[in-house]
Each structure stands twice: as C-alpha cells, then as structure tokens.
C-alpha cells in the first residue's frame, strides 16, 4: 500500500511553487508553504488567489471549492514549519549550493521517513541528494509548467533512491490528477533532454542561414504536427532559460549538441530573451504578448514568387503512394496532369487509385462529384517521356535509389522542353546528383511532398546551389496555387523536417536502451508534457524502423555528427524484423 500523504511542504512559492501548492491544496492535501520574507508571500498569496479567480471564472471551481484550496495552505517564513509533513517538495531558483544547503537544512528538521522532492528541471538530484543523511529519500518530483494545467510530472530516482519512495511519489501523483513518468537522474531527464536537444538544432540551423524562422517553425508544425515551430517555442520558454538548461545538460552529457548555440548567448546579452521582453527570434506587439509583428527579419511573401515562370501542364513520374497523392493534388487545383508510368497497366492503376480517392472525397462530402469528374478528365497516362514534351513542370517521385532517379532524370533532359521546371520529391537523397545527370542543373530543384500528399499541407522547397531563383519562384508559387505550405531550405541531409526529427527519434531509443525511462514513460512525457501528437516510439512504429535506421544513417553520413549515429537498439530490431506496424511489431505490439 503506498503512504498515505496528510500534509506536504512547498519551499519556494514563485510561479512554479505557487502551482504546485496550489495543486496540492486543490486534491485535498493541507499545505505549509515556506517563503523567503512576508513580501515575498504576498506576492504568493496574490498569485494563488488569481490563479485560482481564473478557474472560478472558466466553471473549474466553484465558490465553496475555491475558499476551502485556500485555507488548505499555510504560508510561513521558518523551515521549522516543516517538521510535521511527510513530503517536501522543493522549488526554489535553480542554483545547485542553494538547493544542497536547503535540503541539508530539511534534513535536519523534518521526520526521518519524509520524502524530500526536487523541483528542479536540468540540476543533478544525486548531487542535490548527497546534502542530506539519507539521499535514499530524495527524488525529483518535477512539474511543467503552469503546473495547475500541465499534467506531466516527471518522478526522478537516483541510483540509491528506495523503490518504495518512487513508487509512494508515483501514486501521489496520480492521486493530485496528474500523468507521471519514472526516469532516471540524468541531463534533462525525460521530456527537457529531448525537447532542447531539437530546440537547439533547430537554433543552430538558423544562425548558420540553412533556413528562415518562419520556414523552420512552419515546417515542424505543418510537417510533424507540433502546435509551436523551435524558435517560437523558445521565444515562449525565455532564450535565458533555454540557454541554462541546455548549459546545464551539456555539463552533464558533454554532447556537443547541448552546448548552446553561440547566437542564444549574443541575443540574451542584447536583452532578446523572447515574449516577455517582447522580442527574441520574433518581435512581439508588447512584452508577454503572443501577437508577432512584423520586423526587419520578416520575408516578403508577394515577392517570393516573384518571376515565377508560368506553369499550365505538370508532368509527374511515378505510380505510387506519393506519386497519385501529387497527382491527386495538382489536378484537384485545376492543373492538367500527365502521370508517366512504366507500362499501361501502372499508369491506369494508378488513375484509379486517384478516383478511389476523390470518390472517398465526394462520400465524404468533402468534394462535389462534377468536381472529381472534372478533376480526373485532366490527368492523362502515359508511358514514354516524349509525352511530357510540352509540360511546364515535371516531378519525379520514382523509388528512393539514387541511381533510379539518375535515369529518370537523364529521360526527362532529353524529353522535355528547355525552362521547364525538373523537381524530385525526394526525402533524403541529394538534388544535387539528380541534377548532375541533365545538361540544365539550373532547373532542378526539390520539391519534397509530405505523406498522404492529398492531406498534408507542407512542401519542402529544396535548392540546390545551382538552382536558379526564378525556379524556386515558380515551385513556390506553383505550392501557394495548390494551397501547400512552402518551406525554403538548402540540399543536404533531412533537409528541415527529416533533420530535426529524426535525431530526437534517435535520442529517445538511445535514452530506452540505457533503461533511463520506460518506452512508455517516454512515449507519454513527449505527448502530455510538450504536447505532441504522437511519442517517439509511436513515431517510429508508424514511420517504419527500417526507413527510420536508413535516415538515420544518412543523416550521420553526411554530418558525422556523433550524436547522430543511430542508436544500436534501433539496428537490432530492424535485424530482427521488428519493423513497426507493417510487421505488427516494432518498439510496441500490434494485434
């Protein structure tokens, strides 16, 4: 039976301890709060108090609810306060001598048998533990903040903490509604160690001008389905803040990919600490405020398709997935479309999964029947490429070998017309040797379509260094007229999405094959605690192990990068034949 909790103890009561008193108090649990001076518990006092108007106002609370959460906490300025709880949880400013000489001075006052919890996000609770006489009692107990709203809570053992504490912390946390996760006392831990690690790659890959910010954050939400892009994630969390825990993590794991991107130090020194100075990677109306307005920094989207070439017929090469899906979009926003396939038997296949698909469409009610009508009239087949002679745009979206889009491409130079636009919907495979094998490097670009194409918004433009600028024009134009999401970026490895994904991917099954944290802990701590729509290991099942390990590799190929070298668990499963759910059995189990 886990400990029955009768009262607890918050030390610090700034936003974060003022939440989780508050949280405490609200499940029932009486609540001493120790502050620093009576100045300081005012402001605690004001800050619980409206906290606590808003969820009257929202119908969370009722009057008689609210009254009763606040005589449940017991403000104070004496430790000595503390005597009689059976936990404490920590929440002070984040300086790891602080944190040591408080929890020596606890140790000293309260039971024998209380738990002491740290709140920290990034510090070592080992080291915080070694303060006291009986590091077996102290844990992380580290909520998200507001911690009111978050559900996470990450429950930190260390290498001596007692089973019976972290399973006692467990349940409580459970009890106050909360979604805890056990991990291990590492840089960190869970969700901070994988989030900032994406956080900071996706910084470095601005200061290096790989790609604006508003394509690097238009990417990861309309690519992945995250709700904030990196850059403003990091503009909400405070640059100040991001900059420390990923100090912190990288003095800890020593990966050079936790050490801070130098601009981060640059724009805190200017003052640019994100929305509540009211400008850091984006400028903001007034500090605190979510409204971004326009600043010097801000693309003109009226000129980026400036000098588009026009673009009235499109080509596409290939009969799979990817290929009907671009097939599907391009002639749903009234272009005529010429699908080339190796033999007639493909190529009608292929149209007849494009009207599968419009006719699921029209089922729906999504879609108007003389519309899909309308729509498969302007897609002709085709098996030579002398029929792509007169197209304004050709995309390619043969197999993923290199060697297969060489041929296709060295087809196309020959076959088409000279200025039309030469596009591969690669995935990971340079543009650049599509390119090298025609007579006009200038017009070719990426074009990199996002899986079902008939339903993701995104679209990777991807030039090469020959690329002409009225070619990337026209690609994004042509994206805008078929109501994609265009995003603009270099050729090299992953481009943006594939980059910043798959070594957080990768993180996480090293993370597993550590026995840091559960499959399951990891998959929930990305889902409730940052948000996400899918954990990692759900990611990855859905995604294939196998394609997964094959970017990976080329991801650590073309960067040599050794935070990138994919994670030994993850070959050994694709060994095995644990591809994900394709084979029924990946990371999870599938029925």
């Given amino acids: 039976m886990p400990r029955e909790f009768a009262s607890v103890g918050v030390v610090g009561l700034g936003t974060m301890g003022a939440g989780i008193a508050e949280v405490f108090a609200r499940s029932g649990i009486p609540v001493v709060g120790v502050e620093l001076n009576d100045d300081c518990i005012a402001r605690s006092r004001g800050h619980i108090e409206h906290s606590t108007e808003r969820a009257l106002a929202k119908g969370k609370l009722d009057d008689a609810a609210r009254e009763a959460l606040l005589d449940r906490i017991t403000y104070t300025t004496s430790l000595e306060a503390l005597a009689d709880v059976d936990l404490v949880v920590e929440a002070i400013p984040e300086h790891l001598d602080a944190k040591g000489d408080l929890f020596e001075q606890l140790a000293k006052i309260t039971k024998p048998e209380v738990i002491l919890a740290s709140n920290t996000s990034s510090l070592s609770i080992t080291e915080i533990g070694v303060h006291t006489p009986r590091p077996s009692k102290v844990v992380g107990l580290h909520f998200f903040n507001p911690a009111p709203v978050m559900a996470l809570v990450e429950v930190v053992r260390t290498v001596v903490t007692e089973q019976d504490v972290v399973d006692d912390v467990v349940a409580l946390a459970a009890r106050i509604g909360k979604s805890p996760v056990v991990t291990g006392d590492r840089a960190g831990f869970i969700a901070n160690a994988l989030l900032f690690g994406y956080l900071n790659h996706a910084v470095t890959m601005y200061e290096q001008k790989y790609a604006t910010r508003e394509d690097l954050d238009a990417a990861m939400r309309f690519g992945c389905g995250y709700p904030m892009g990196p850059l403003a994630l990091i503009d909400l969390i405070g640059l100040d803040t991001a900059y420390e825990i990923l100090d912190s993590m990288y003095h800890q794991s020593r990966d050079r990919r936790h050490a801070p991107a ?186 990199h379509f996002f899986n079902p194409a008939q339903v993701m918004k995104l679209v990777e433009v991807v030039s090469t260094i020959n690329t002409a600028p009225d070619v990337e024009a026209t690609v994004t134009d042509v994206c805008a007229k078929v109501r994609k999401v265009p995003v603009r970026c270099g050729d090299r490895a992953g481009f943006i999405v594939n980059a910043l994904l798959f070594p957080y991917l990768n993180d996480a099954v090293k993370m597993l094959e550590a026995h840091y944290a559960k499959a399951g802990d990891i998959d929930t701590a990305m889902k409730v605690g940052c948000s996400l729509p899918m954990g990692p290991f759900e990611l990855l099942d859905v995604v294939g192990l196998d394609v997964s390990l094959a970017i990976q590799r080329t991801l650590f190929n073309e960067f040599r990068e050794a935070g990138f070298s994919p994670a030994p668990l993850l070959e050994h499963l694709v060994r095995a034949g644990r591809l994900g759910r394709k084979t029924g059995q990946g990371f999870w189990d599938y029925g």
């Fill in 262 to 447: 130098p601009i981060l130090k640059q724009m805190i020194t200017a003052g640019l600490l994100g929305r509540k100075t009211g400008r850091g990677f984006y400028t903001y109306d007034a500090p605190d405020s979510p409204t971004v307005v326009a600043d010097a920094f801000t693309p003109d989207n009226a000129s980026a398709a400036s000098g588009a070439r026009p673009v009235r017929a499109i080509g596409v090469v290939g009969t799979g997935t990817m290929a009907t899906g671009i097939v599907e979009v391009f002639a749903k926003s009234g272009y005529d479309v010429v699908l080339r396939a190796r033999g007639e038997d493909k190529a009608n296949g292929a149209i007849a999964k494009v009207r599968k698909s419009l006719d699921k469409a029209v089922a729906k009610g999504r879609m108007a029947a003389e519309d899909a009508e309308a729509a498969i009239s302007r897609i002709t087949p085709a098996v030579d490429f002398s029929a792509l002679a007169d197209v304004d745009l050709v995309v390619e979206a043969v197999a993923e070998d290199i060697d297969v889009k060489r041929e296709v491409f060295t087809a196309l130079d020959a076959a088409v017309k000279p200025g039309a636009v030469l596009a591969t919907t690669t995935s990971s495979l340079p543009v650049v040797e599509c390119a090298a094998a025609t007579s006009r490097p200038a017009d070719v670009i990426g074009m």
